[in-house]
Every structure is written in structure tokens, then in C-alpha cells.
């Protein structure tokens, strides 16, 4: 897995700083141009060089500053211990043109009433009520795979993307989208790749200036909105409560005030929920698929396993602690390549971080990319190993040395729904098919979230 240090040194552009604990740039657009070129490659070199702790410094502006953490201390420092230092800031701003004030993006006292609000309905037991109809989903896209691709290769990826959304938006919605299915689906893959732009880009002109990105992301959440919109005024008119997740945020209530959200932020929060609640797990999942493929005895115990515990029924929900396998998989998948490769705050006030003075307005980032390769937390890191996740080694481990769901009050609110779809789709996958890579050396690509550059060709074995 050399894929974690880049031949060419990234930080070379940079000058010595005043102290041995980072690199100076010239500028914020040197310090861009030298993270964009390789970000998981920067990361590595930035911890061999300098450490657990990275101070970045500019000449211009010189007050400037901008920290990496790579220690689960300092991330659960960062995450949750002194978490309301830390704004989402500037990257979460830009993101606030597609999905406005959702969930993911919202700061301060926003955040707080509509985290209160949307939690409950994601609790285990309502999301148990839908694994049903993860497995039926999961059951009709299998099929088709069967039709198009045993034999054949395929984009595995794009097709874990597809049915990732369709569960996210029949949770969502309570039915598929339809003859809009598709449409829907293209629209929203549009969005990401205008999220990607606008993350990537240092200056992004607002939204109304007819650039060429511009106008392909206005088109792109235009036609999300269509949707959205149609289906929120349809559910208005029924007056009905329904039991999907729209239902449940329509019936929310603030604890305080006994008002209902507005809807404004029901769309905010419905696009939210679809952007980041199937990109991430359609990642989780590519990886496991690209890691099963290359270890044939790790994909031949999982299929040992499934077949002792559950041969080739669908797996009811109660049945998934039969296959504790699948969940080690899944796992060990995100700790060698977390969906969530990176992440981003901007300190309110000044902090003390790791023995470090972190001024206000710095930026800092926690790296689950460099924390699950920690050496001192893991063994032989870059070996893939799901015997790292029995529930034994996993209790021993530190806090915030294992956290692609993020950690602390703004941890993932759809872990619980993640990991039980995952757990389905890699078990029915593995029920039905043998797994065969032909992409050779697969890279990940760091944009919002770690997917596989060039997608995962594959060519799946009926078992
Ligand atoms: C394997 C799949 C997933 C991974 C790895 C993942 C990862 C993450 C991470 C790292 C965060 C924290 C971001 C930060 O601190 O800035 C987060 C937040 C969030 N995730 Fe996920 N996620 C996954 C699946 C989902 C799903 C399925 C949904 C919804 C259906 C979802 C909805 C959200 C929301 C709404 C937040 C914001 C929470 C808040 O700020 O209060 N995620 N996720």
C-alpha cells in the first residue's frame, strides 16, 4: 500500500519554519496547491516529517495558522471534549449552497435544536423497522447484477452508489422515486461532483454567477429540488403522519418551543440526508468489496461463516450478530480507507490542543486517514485484518483511535443505519458472488469522501 507516501516530496514549496513542528508557505493558495496535488500523500509526509502535531504557518498573512492532529487524544480533544470551540467553518460553508442549513453544515444553536429534533428518529430500533427494506432493495439490485455482470466486468462502485441511494430515499420517502429514479440519481452524483468543485477551489464565485460549474451545479440542485419539493407539498396535502424518515421529521417537535420545522429546513435536511447518508456507505462498502478480492482466505472465512450461520436466505436483522464477520469486514474496510478521510474545524477562541496553542480563526484537522495507521495503536498497519474488530480488541483500543463515523456531539446520526446496511449488502453480496478485482492497483481518491479512482471494475462469481 505505498499509495500513502507520493514519490515526489509535497512540501518541498515550503520554507523551514522558526520551529522543526511544521511547514511555512508563501501563502494560503501555495499551502491549496500543495495539499490538492496529493492530500492523503501530504498528510502521510506532513506526520513522518513533523510528528503527531503539524503547525502550518504563512508569510502572508503571517498571523495565520492552520494545525494537523494525528492523535486520538487530540481528536477527541478537537471532536468532543472541547467541541464547541470548533466551528465547522469555511469548507462547511461553501457546502451550504447545496444543502442550505441541513444537519452536516449548521452550526451553533441551529444545530443544536435540529440535532435534538432528528436524533430520535434515528434510533436503533426505528431503523430496525427498516432493514426490510434494505434487504428487498438489496435483493432486486443483486439480480440484476446476476443478469448484466456474472462472467462480465462491471463498475461495482456505481452500483453500490445506486443502491445506496435508492435505500437512503425509500428510507426517506417510504417508496422508490419511480420513473424519477434515475433522473434523481443523476442529479444528485451532480451535486457531489459540484461539492467536490467547490471544496477543491479556493475562489468559487456564489452559485447566481453563470460559470460553467455554476450553472451544472444550479442545474444539479434544481432538479433535486424539483423532487423534493413535489414530494414535501404532496405530504402536506395527505396530513397523514407516515412512518418513513420524512414522516418522522415532519412530525418532530422542539422540545422547548413545540414547533415544527419549516419547509425550508425539512428540505435542507432531506438533502442532507441524502447526499451524505449513501456516498459514504456506497465507499465503506467498494473498499470492503477491493479488500474481500484481494484476500481470498478473509473472503473464503466470511463465506464459511454465512454459510454455517444463514446459508443463502436474506439475512433477517436478528441474524447479523450470526455473521459478526461481515461487521469485522466492513470495519477493517474503513480503518484502511475511511469514507471520511479528513476532518475540518475553525477554533472559536484560542484552545491548547496536544501541548499546542491553537489561536482563534486557526483551522484544524483530525485525520482518520493517519490515525487508523498509527503504529502505536495498530499492528502492522497496513495489513487488512478484520480480527482487529472482535469485540474484545475493540473495547481495549483508545477512544478516537478507530473514528470514521467522526466522534463526539457531531458524530455521525446515521451510524446505526450505515452499519446495519452495510452488514446486509456485504452479506447478500457475499451469499450470491465470489468477488474478482480486475483493476489492478486501485487508488483512492480523496475528494469529499475516499472513493476509488476510476471506479472498482469487477467481475463477480455466481457461488
Ligand atoms: C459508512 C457510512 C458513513 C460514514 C463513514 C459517515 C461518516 C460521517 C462523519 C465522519 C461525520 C462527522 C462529520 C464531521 O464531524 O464534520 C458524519 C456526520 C453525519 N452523517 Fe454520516 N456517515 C455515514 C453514513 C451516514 C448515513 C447513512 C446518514 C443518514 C442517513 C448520515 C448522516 C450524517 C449526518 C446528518 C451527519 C451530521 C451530524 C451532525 O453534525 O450532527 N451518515 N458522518
Not at 200 to 212: D, S
Not at 252 to 275: I, P, S, Y
Request: net charge neutral; with cysteine; charged share 25%.
Amino acid at each position: 500500500m505505498g499509495e500513502t507516501l507520493s514519490a515526489r516530496p509535497l512540501i518541498d514549496g515550503a520554507r523551514a519554519g522558526r520551529s522543526a513542528s511544521g511547514p511555512c508557505f508563501g501563502t494560503v493558495l501555495g499551502f491549496l496547491a500543495a495539499f490538492r496535488r496529493d492530500p492523503l500523500g501530504f498528510l502521510s509526509e506532513s506526520w513522518h516529517a513533523y510528528g503527531d502535531a503539524v503547525e502550518i504557518r504563512f508569510r502572508f498573512p503571517s498571523h495565520w495558522r492552520s494545525y494537523m492532529f494525528f492523535d486520538p487524544e487530540a481528536a477527541r480533544h478537537v471532536l468532543q471534549e472541547n467541541h464547541r470551540n470548533y466551528a465547522k467553518g469555511i469548507v462547511f460553508q461553501k457546502l451550504k449552497r447545496i444543502a442550505g442549513e441541513g444537519l452536516v453544515f449548521s452550526d451553533g444553536e441551529l444545530w443544536r435544536r435540529q440535532r435534538q429534533l432528528i436524533q430520535p428518529t434515528f434510533h436503533r430500533e426505528r431503523i430496525a423497522a427498516m432493514a426490510d427494506m434494505m434487504v428487498d432493495t438489496t435483493a432486486a439490485a443483486l439480480a440484476r447484477w446476476s443478469d448484466a455482470a456474472t462472467g462480465r466486468p462491471f463498475d461495482l462502485a456505481a452500483q453500490l452508489s445506486k443502491l445506496t441511494l435508492e435505500i437512503v430515499s425509500k428510507a426517506l420517502f417510504g417508496t422508490s422515486l419511480g420513473a424519477e429514479q434515475d433522473d434523481f440519481a443523476a442529479a444528485v452524483t451532480a451535486a457531489l461532483e459540484y461539492a467536490n468543485h467547490v471544496t477543491n477551489h479556493f475562489f468559487t464565485p456564489p452559485l447566481f454567477v453563470p460559470t460553467r460549474a455554476n450553472r451544472r451545479g444550479r442545474d444539479a440542485i434544481g432538479r433535486i429540488d424539483r423532487i423534493v419539493w413535489k414530494i414535501i407539498e404532496q405530504r402536506r396535502r395527505e396530513g397523514s403522519a407516515r412512518h418513513d424518515l420524512l414522516g418522522m421529521l415532519i412530525s418532530a417537535r422542539d422540545a422547548d418551543t413545540n414547533t415544527a420545522m419549516d419547509d425550508k429546513q425539512l428540505r435542507d435536511e432531506v438533502v442532507t440526508f441524502l447526499v451524505a447518508g449513501h456516498e459514504t456507505t456506497a465507499v465503506a462498502l467498494s473498499w470492503a468489496c477491493h479488500l474481500l478480492s484481494q484476500h481470498p482466505e478473509i473472503e473464503q472465512r466470511l463465506h464459511e461463516q454465512i454459510d454455517a450461520a444463514i446459508g443463502s436466505t436474506p439475512p433477517a436483522l436478528a441474524e447479523l450478530n450470526a455473521v459478526p464477520y461481515a461487521r469485522m469486514v466492513l470495519e477493517e474496510s474503513m480503518r484502511l480507507y475511511p469514507p471520511v478521510w479528513a476532518t475540518i474545524r475553525e477554533a472559536r477562541a484560542e484552545d491548547q490542543v496536544g501541548g499546542f496553542c491553537v489561536p482563534a480563526a486557526a483551522t484544524v484537522t483530525v485525520s482518520p486517514w493517519i490515525t487508523h495507521r498509527h503504529p502505536r495503536l495498530w499492528e502492522d498497519p497496513e495489513r487488512f485484518d478484520p480480527e482487529r474488530f472482535t469485540p474484545e480488541r475493540s473495547a481495549a483500543r483508545p477512544d478516537f483511535a478507530y473514528f470514521p463515523f467522526g466522534g463526539g456531539p457531531r458524530g455521525c446520526v446515521g451510524r446505526q443505519f450505515a452499519m446495519i446496511e452495510g452488514q446486509i449488502i456485504l452479506t447478500m453480496i457475499a451469499q450470491r458472488f465470489r468477488l474478482h478485482d480486475i483493476a489492478g492497483d486501485v487508488i483512492p481518491d480523496p475528494i469529499l469522501t475516499l472513493r476509488p479512482r476510476n471506479g472498482l471494475p469487477m467481475r463477480l462469481e455466481a457461488r
